[in-house]
Every structure is written in structure tokens, then in C-alpha cells.
């Protein structure tokens, strides 16, 4: 779930800062000078109605907090479908029909408390209550997972393991090489958070949450500077 890149206003995404990043350490450093949560509050501190803060991801996580006086309903669809990011395309029917089905899991209800629950625990619940819906794929599960996780208390967030989809699955085989493997713990589409710190030590400083959301913000750069061939299939 990634900031939205906007070339006329964020920095990284302008011609000549894209140009100067020429290794992973470059992009890793320009995430956490521009995407990552710190500058998201950094830059909500000297405006908060900046309208550029929408293009960060944590504008749209933080927006689920702020909808707490609503009805579950319209926040669960909103957990589900936020059509300003990533889900746009995704059929009526197939919001309406998740969020049904997610009314009727009321532990799981957003602001709920949860104890000691990894994100593994959030996603394989969520999954077998909505994985089966036609138009529910990976990146959609995946984000109403997010933005569950981040209304709870604690908050649930990934932590051993980088979630991947469509694009970023070129983005983690472009940066492991030969330590990539598609991992599919429990059936969950997911590399260990280990491995991308294995392939470049700077990675220890993010979170599985921003390797996530690097790996889909800079993909074409990381392809690029990997200089990227897809394996072969057996």
C-alpha cells in the first residue's frame, strides 16, 4: 500500500532525484527522507491540510483512525476498499459482498483489542472470511488487513515477514537473486523480513510494513539498478 508518486510534488519523484539514485542504499535512504512515517508526520507538523499528505500511505491508514465515530458498516468497506489508493477497479458487488461477510465477524470488528496476535494471525482470520469473494486478490486482502491491524489496540502490524504482489514479487526477486524464493507460509504470499536484510544490512532499518510499501514505490528504480532478469521457471 504505497504513497501515491507524484512527480510536481514529492521530491524523490522528480527527474533529477530519480536520477541520483544509482543502489539500493540511495532508494532506501530517499524512503525514509519522503515516504516513510516520519516524514509523513514531519510534513503533517508544518501543515496538517497539506494536500500532499494524501499520497503517503500512512494519510490513508490514519484515515480509518479518524472515521471511529461512523457507523462499522461504512469503516469495515472502508478497511476493504479505499478508492482513492489501490482499489479503484474493484467491482461494487465484490466490497458489498466482503463487508457483509465481515459484519458477521464481530472480533474482528476495527478498534477492537487483540492481545498478543501477530499479523499472521489478522490475515489468516480475514482470509478465510473473505479470501474466497470473486474480485478479493492478494493486494486487496492484504491492505483491509493493514488498515485493520492499525485501528487495533495494540496495533497489528507485519513484522517477520514482507508481503508481496504482482510488481513487487519482481521487486524482491531484483533485490534477493538467488536467495528469492515466493514463500507461501500457511498460504500467505510472503519473504521473510530476514532475507531482504541478508541481501543489504540498510533494510534493517524498516519495517516489514515499509519494505512493502519501498518495494512498490521504487520498482522501476530497483529493477534498474539490479539490472533485473526474471528467473527462468523450472
Known amino acids: 500500500m504505497p504513497c501515491v508518486r507524484n512527480e510536481k510534488t514529492l521530491k524523490k519523484c522528480t527527474k533529477d532525484s530519480t536520477e541520483n539514485l544509482k543502489s539500493l542504499t540511495d532508494i532506501i535512504k530517499n524512503y525514509q527522507e519522503t515516504c516513510s512515517e516520519e ?6 507538523a508544518i501543515n ?54 465481515l459484519m458477521d465477524a464481530k472480533s474482528l470488528y476495527p ?26 486478490g492478494n493486494s486487496t486482502l492484504y491492505d483491509a488487513c493493514i488498515r485493520l491491524g492499525w485501528s487495533y489496540s495494540p496495533q497489528i502490524k507485519p513484522q517477520h ?37 541478508e541481501a543489504k544490512k540498510e533494510f534493517a532499518e524498516l519495517s516489514a510494513l515499509d519494505i512493502e510499501n519501498l518495494l512498490c514505490i521504487y520498482h522501476k528504480e530497483i529493477l534498474t539498478i539490479q539490472g533485473f532478469t526474471p528467473m527462468k521457471k523450472a
Do not use: W
Open 111 to 136: 478498534y477492537s483489542s487483540h492481545i498478543n496476535k501477530e499479523f499472521e494471525y489478522l490475515y489468516d482470520k480475514l482470509k478465510g472470511i473473505i479470501g474466497t469473494v470473486k474480485g478479493i
Open 39 to 44: 516524514a509523513y508526520e514531519a510534513k503533517r
Open 161 to 197: 515477514y514482507v508481503y508481496v504482489h504482482r510488481k513487487l514479487i519482481k521487486s524482491a526477486e531484483a533485490i534477493l537473486g538467488d536467495k528469492f524464493s515466493r514463500i507461501k507460509e500457511a498460504d500467505r504470499p510472503a519473504i521473510l523480513r530476514q532475507k531482504f536484510i
Open 48 to 101: 496538517p491540510n497539506d494536500k500532499d499528505l494524501c499520497r503517503f500511505m500512512h494519510y490513508d491508514l490514519n484515515g480509518v483512525l479518524e472515521m471511529k465515530e461512523q457507523g462499522i458498516k461504512e469503516i469495515i468497506s472502508r478497511c476493504i476498499c479505499n478508492r482513492n489508493r489501490h482499489q479503484y477497479c474493484i467491482s461494487n458487488e465484490a466490497v458489498n459482498t466482503a463487508t457483509e461477510k
